[in-house]
């Protein structure tokens, strides 16, 4: 479950004061649906209600738990969506579990009903983390509003929040040589991924996180607000020991462009386990034949592909720097390398 001994955890500062020291216990959470539908949560996203059933991989949660937990922390993540937890239920967990910090991860569209969470938790005397894309876009206001929040994490340029996390909880400093490419593999034995499911890659899915931030500034994307335009991606090597750890074998690659950097890509390929199916998002821009050929050989059955209009002059409007045509060539590609092709339009 995540648990360390206790002799070298690092201890609650409240707990020890009251001479009764105990280990930090760490509660990532998200929350349960206000209304019994299903929600689409995530540490970078806006979220939104879910009407075709996706249950949303809490890949995010579970690499915060890995750096908690390397930290010596005892972590536990609640899905609540996933498990279809309600919130009497998620609090008896809470008042079993005792957790000494509460991460709890929420969205505009539910953040009101989210926050009761945060609430129950201050009555068990936990310190309470908001991670929220709502949070970071209108931190002192959620503050203000919501007085069981101890701290709402900000995304700092150029720094993980998986290290901002661990220096909240744990008072650990931030090391120079500390960035996404040192995160470890993400704690996947956390997760239900027995529950997770998602149209057109069906269920027992997960998402395994390659890299994160892009370097184009097209208007209506969300990545540039929480990531900025810094691009970094994951050592191979690290996605490949948490593929193989974890046993993964439906994976869905959690990036914005998933071929951004290729020869990140080809190392992937070179070491991916056999009979691995995976699918991942691409730019009509950052693909080629022989790159696709490589990805379908290592296992890629379907990619995604962010079309959003079949006009240039409306792609040129919203700095989508890609064409038609390019999209008209990647799709005759990814044919043409025997893999399965969806694309986004706006």
Request: proline letters at 6%; a positive charge; charged letters at 25%.
């Amino acid at each position: 479950d995540g648990a360390v001994p206790a002799a070298t955890a690092p201890v609650c500062p409240a707990a020890e004061d009251a001479g009764q020291p105990r280990p930090l216990r760490v509660l990532l959470v998200n929350p349960p649906s206000p209304d019994g539908q299903i929600y689409i949560r995530d540490v970078n996203r806006s979220g939104r209600l879910s009407r075709e059933g996706t249950i949303w991989p809490q890949t995010s949660l579970a690499l915060i738990a890995a750096v908690l937990a390397e930290a010596g922390c005892e972590v536990k993540i609640e899905d609540c969506i996933a498990e279809r937890t309600n919130y009497q239920t998620l609090y008896r967990t809470m008042e079993t579990w005792q957790p000494t910090h509460l991460i709890l991860e929420s969205v505009s569209s539910t953040i009101e009903k989210d926050m009761q969470v945060g609430e129950f938790a201050k009555t068990l005397g936990a310190i309470v983390i908001l991670i929220s894309p709502h949070g970071e876009a209108l931190a002192e206001e959620t503050k203000q509003r919501f007085p069981a929040l101890d701290h709402v994490m900000r995304y700092e340029k150029h720094e993980e929040p998986e290290y901002i996390l661990r220096e909240l909880v744990t008072g650990m400093k931030r090391e120079s040589h500390e960035t996404f490419e040192t995160l470890p593999p993400a704690r996947q034995d956390l997760l239900p991924i027995h529950r997770y499911r998602l149209p057109l890659i069906g269920s027992r899915y997960t998402f395994v996180i390659s890299s994160r931030g892009c370097a184009f500034r097209c208007s209506y994307c969300r990545t540039t607000v929480a990531w900025q335009t810094h691009p970094r991606f994951r050592s191979p090597e690290t996605i490949i020991e948490e593929i193989t750890r974890y046993r993964l074998k439906n994976i869905a690659f959690h990036a914005d462009i998933f071929t951004l950097r290729k020869e990140q890509v080809y190392r992937i390929c070179e070491l991916m386990p056999k009979r691995i199916r995976w699918v991942a998002n691409t730019r009509t821009d950052t693909i080629d034949l022989p790159l696709l050929k490589a990805m379908k050989r290592a296992g890629c059955w379907q990619l995604f592909v962010g079309a959003e209009s079949g006009n240039d002059t409306v792609l040129e409007a919203n700095r989508k720097q890609a064409t038609v045509e390019q999209t008209r060539q990647a799709v005759r590609w990814i044919k043409e390398a025997g893999i399965r092709v969806h694309g986004y339009f706006m």
